[in-house]
């Protein structure tokens, strides 16, 4: 029989090497690869362990929906989809100090003020930490029970001996460990193996389960393919330092919308509700300057307005630079690039700095329309119009193509009081109030700069 050979783990990619380096090939990572032992391998000559019959069933539904459990913090329960299903694992994770465990913190307090039953059990502070937080937070005399553990058999001992609670809270799991393992907590094998035990008691007890998790230095939870896979959802916590709000978003929902977004903003007494982003997002206004654009997103199901803020500059070097806040650099490379072949624009050899304000991070291709806009405005030096909004996606070929969901985009627009919408050819926007004009190539948006020809700066139709 085979002697068993020890793994070597990438604890912040999960990705197996046959030895030890210091750096870690698929994440690069440094010191990040640690030495795990391998289980014995199974003789062939064991006899197996004979299975039972289960019972199967067919596609229609027997049981009623479980009813939800709301937290009464109404974007923490926009996120999961109405609110936490009896059973169910939820992964939160996070850059350190954004907030995590103030916004699990305060989800439990609404909902034991409402009479549920909640436990929440640090790893990582003491109860009178966690009371300090909680009193600030004006939560010291809501009925949660407190604990402060890392060890696995001990938290499954305590939850089994009471009364099953409605929600547990675990912050975190990379500071958990069982003793069925000899690794050191925080190592793969034991996130995995402490995140299997947690899930396993949520099923059995109906209680809903929520588990914070550390991010590596790419902002990803910290053996993501060892844990998501595990849960039912994954949120993550985003927000800059510099700004006073925070997006908790989902990337994996098994009872909801993915990439649905709440948002908060950080005050003195923890984390309040944000009821319109947009106006958030958008600031103040009044200034005229040249380069930025309006855009019409959406996130998940809610749409949403933000500023797209571009500057073109002349370049002091012999390399033009490209700075990106909050959008894809490379998606950015694209649209100079298409707007140089197609429309003769003349940018890429300008400096181009490009900004979403507020700090909110945009993944979606419609924000291709604004942006260009915003860059051809600012080369330019034409302002664009303070009651439009943008949106639509921009092909090699220099064509803006249509994006889905543009009449609750539009209507988003009208509520705040814009009144022209920029969009794809093609798209049709019912009742929404606003004076559409339709764009079928790049070249269109030279009604922003300065004609090509006559070298004079064409004005916008009113």
């Known amino acids: 029989m085979a002697k068993p050979t020890a793994s070597f783990v990438c604890q912040s990619c999960g990705s197996a090497a046959p030895k030890w380096s210091g750096k870690c090939e698929s994440c690069g990572g440094w010191n990040t690869i640690v030495e795990e032992g391998a289980a014995p391998p199974i003789s062939t000559g064991a006899r197996r362990v004979k299975g039972h019959k289960f019972a199967l069933e067919d596609l229609k539904s027997q049981d009623a929906p479980p009813e939800r459990r709301a937290t009464g913090i109404a974007e923490f329960d926009r996120v999961t989809g109405g609110g936490l299903v009896p059973g169910s694992a939820l992964l939160v994770g996070g850059d350190p100090g954004i907030g995590k465990s103030t916004i699990i913190l305060q989800a439990l307090g609404e909902y034991v003020k409402k009479g549920g039953h909640a436990i929440y059990i640090s790893g990582e502070e003491a109860m009178a930490q966690v009371r300090m937080r909680a009193a600030r937070m004006g939560l010291a005399d809501a009925p949660l029970m407190l604990g402060a553990a890392t060890c696995v058999e001990d938290i499954l001992a305590t939850l089994e001996s009471g009364r099953p609670p409605g929600i547990v809270a675990i912050d975190s799991i990379q500071t958990l460990w069982t003793g069925a393992l000899e690794a050191a907590p925080g190592t793969i094998a034991q996130v995995r193996t402490a995140s299997f035990d947690l899930v396993r008691y949520a099923k059995a007890s109906g ?20 844990v998501e896979h595990l849960v039912d959802a994954v949120l ?4 800059e330092r510099g700004h006073h709000f925070r997006v908790l978003r989902a990337v994996k929902n098994r009872f909801g919308a993915t990439d649905e977004i709440g948002v908060f903003e950080m005050t003195g007494k923890g984390l309040a509700e944000v009821a319109n982003p947009s106006a958030l997002f958008l600031g103040d206004r009044k200034s005229a300057a040249p380069g930025t654009a309006v855009f019409a997103g959406l996130e998940g199901t809610r749409p949403l307005l933000c500023e797209i803020q571009a500057l073109v500059a002349p370049s002091s070097y012999g390399t033009p630079r490209r700075a990106v806040v909050g959008w894809d650099t490379g998606r950015l490379a694209m649209i100079l690039a298409v707007l140089d072949a197609r429309a003769g624009v003349g940018i890429g050899g300008a400096d181009v700095y490009l900004n979403v304000a507020g700090g909110l991070k945009i ?12 860059l051809v405005s600012s080369l330019g030096g034409e302002p664009l119009p303070r009651d439009t909004v943008f949106f639509g996606e921009i092909s090699l070929s220099g064509d803006i193509r249509p994006v889905p969901q543009a009449e609750a985009r539009a209507k988003e627009a009208a509520k705040l009081g814009f009144t022209r919408a920029y969009v794809p050819k093609g798209t049709r926007i019912e009742g929404a109030g606003l004076q559409v004009t339709e764009i079928a190539n790049v070249a269109d948006l030279l009604a922003f700069a300065p004609s090509p020809t006559s070298g004079k700066r064409a004005k916008l139709e009113s």
């Open 207 to 226: 209680a809903a389960l929520l588990l914070v998790g550390h991010v590596t230095k790419d902002g990803q939870i910290a053996g993501p393919k060892a």
């Open 236 to 239: 993550y916590f985003e927000g």
């Open 363 to 374: 993944s979606e291709p419609a924000a291709d329309l604004a942006t260009a806009a915003a």
